[in-house]
């Protein structure tokens, strides 16, 4: 490690100053200055350790490429003429059924939104129907036989 830098994990004014300032700024800055300031020594071997468990990872899916690669697009023949044939068959046949699936999917959409609409218009009608029915009280007229609605002020909400 190199001793002379001006900010290493170690009590020196510059990481004294940074870290102040880091808890004014923002206290998580603060923290993860003093986090540095004990525990940055160690920080090499973290370092190294989680590369290395890294290039692993990666070596992995490098390798997973490569098979995907083999068997992608028809594009890697595995040499044997009658398998390849049979499988670029088979990878036309699903990609058949996957484009008639996607269609059907968006029939079905298109019904669903067409039944909410009429759904929602059949609501929408009978509210209407609802609203605009007289809400005043009726009175049979004893000498004609008749109802008659008595409408006054307020007797409608549109009315005030």
Wanted: net charge positive.
């Amino acid at each position: 490690m190199n001793t002379s830098a001006l900010i290493r994990p170690a009590w020196t004014p510059a990481t004294i100053a940074l870290m102040v300032v880091g808890f004014m700024v923002f206290w998580p800055l603060g923290f993860a200055m003093l986090a540095y300031i004990i525990w940055g020594d160690r920080l090499d071997g973290f370092k190294r350790d989680v590369n290395r468990a890294t290039d692993g990872i990666f070596a992995g899916c490098r390798r997973g490429s490569d098979k995907a690669a083999r068997w992608g697009n028809g594009s890697a023949r595995t040499g044997n003429v009658a398998f390849d044939d049979w499988r670029e068959k088979e990878l036309e046949r699903l990609n058949e059924e996957r484009r008639k699936l996607d269609e059907m999917l968006t029939q079905f959409d298109e019904y669903a939104r067409e039944l909410r609409r009429a759904k929602d218009q059949d609501e929408f009608d009978r509210f209407m129907a609802n609203r605009n029915k007289p809400t005043a009280p009726t009175k049979t007229e004893p000498s004609t036989g008749t109802t008659t609605t008595k409408r006054g002020k307020g007797s409608n909400l549109l009315d005030d």
